[in-house]
């Protein structure tokens, strides 16, 4: 019976230790649960001081708009498109110059389709640097390097091209795109 006693006793403080283990096993737990809960309240009470800091700046009220305003824009927009629509549609009279004829000359011309329609003081001394750059890249630059230049520099010349056939008929004659416009003297003054 000793042994017996003996055996329960070891099994007593073999339980007593597994006891203490699992107490402090939890204990260990719930200090990091707490820890945890308080890391997550101290986040969000961040969170909420930032909102309030955010929602206190007042923010300036926008203007009125007045909704006549914004269709009076579409409409005058939706008339000018049509205006340039209707111009564009239209074939050329006699002493006109045709846009299409214009535009296509400049795109595979560059700035030496301007002659058709543009003024002489920026037609010619544009056709005269793209001969000089064209002459000049050729020489230094090979063709592969070219190519991204002419994409993008040969339809802007078009656009130029086209809207110097569109001034020239608008107002009878070349008319100048760039620079200042030559003011008119008054004679005998």
């Known amino acids: 019976m000793a042994d017996d006693d003996a055996v329960r006793a070891k099994l007593a403080a073999l339980e007593a230790e597994v006891k203490a283990d699992a107490d402090a096993q939890r204990a260990r737990k719930e200090a990091a649960l707490a ?25 300036e009220p926008e203007p009125e708009r007045d909704e006549s305003e914004g269709l009076g ?20 009279g006699k002493g006109q110059k045709s846009w299409v004829v214009s535009s296509v000359a400049s ?14 003081r920026e037609a010619v001394p544009a056709s005269a640097g793209w001969l ?14 070219l190519m991204p230049v002419l994409l993008v ?6 656009i130029g091209g086209l809207v110097y056939a569109l001034q020239y008929n608008r107002h009878g004659g070349r008319q100048r795109l760039f620079g200042d416009k030559p003011k008119k003297q008054l004679r005998g003054g």
């Not at 820890?35 to 923010?59: F, G, H, N, S, Y």
């Not at 795109?107 to 002489?120: E, R």
């Not at 520099?153 to 078009?158: R, V, Y």
């Open 73 to 92: 824009g579409a409409l005058e927009l939706a008339t000018r498109a049509n205006k340039v629509r209707n111009e564009l549609a239209k074939k050329p």
């Open 107 to 120: 795109l595979v011309l560059g700035p030496i389709g301007w002659l058709y329609a543009g003024s002489w």
């Open 35 to 59: 820890k945890l809960r308080e890391q997550k309240a101290a986040q969000q009470a961040e969170r909420d001081r930032q909102l309030a800091v955010i929602t206190k700046k007042k923010r």
């Open 153 to 158: 520099a040969l339809p802007l010349s078009a």
């Open 132 to 145: 000089l750059l064209a002459t000049l890249a050729s020489k230094i630059l090979p063709t592969m390097l």
